[in-house]
């Protein structure tokens, strides 16, 4: 059974960082893309942030372009999630996914993705 477990959330005051991580336990051994999410509680899960297996491609949602960074290490935790100059509509739930495949066509789509954490909270303060 394929876990994956956030890590890294907390509180953080506008303007402040986070690193995110976002380890895997009986991944399977074929290729698969990864991404983060978020979702305020009442409201849709966002896409955040994507990633292809080798890590050469990435992508992001508008509202975080040149302040968050998505980056994988296969050989540690696979997946991290470096949030910079963080603001307060950055507050939600963060979780990491997993899809099998080199890269998705739908990288900040939910539905693209099978394998999901169970979320880790991210508050910033004004």
């Known amino acids: 059974q394929v876990q994956l477990v956030e890590s890294g959330g907390g509180s953080v005051q506008a303007g402040g960082s986070l690193r995110l991580s976002c380890a895997a336990s009986e991944f399977p051994q074929r290729p698969y893309f990864m991404g983060w999410f978020r979702q305020i509680p009442g409201m849709e899960r966002e896409g955040v942030a994507g990633?292809?297996?080798?890590?050469?491609?990435?992508y992001y949602a508008d509202s975080v372009k040149s302040r968050f960074t998505i980056s994988r290490d296969n050989a540690k935790n696979p997946l991290y999630l470096q949030m910079n100059d963080l603001k307060p509509e950055d507050t939600a739930i963060y979780y990491c996914a997993a899809g099998e495949g080199q890269y998705s066509t739908r990288p900040l789509q939910p539905s693209s993705y099978r394998y999901w954490g169970q979320g880790t909270q991210v508050t910033v303060s004004p």
């Open positions: 990633i292809s297996t080798g890590g050469g491609v990435t």
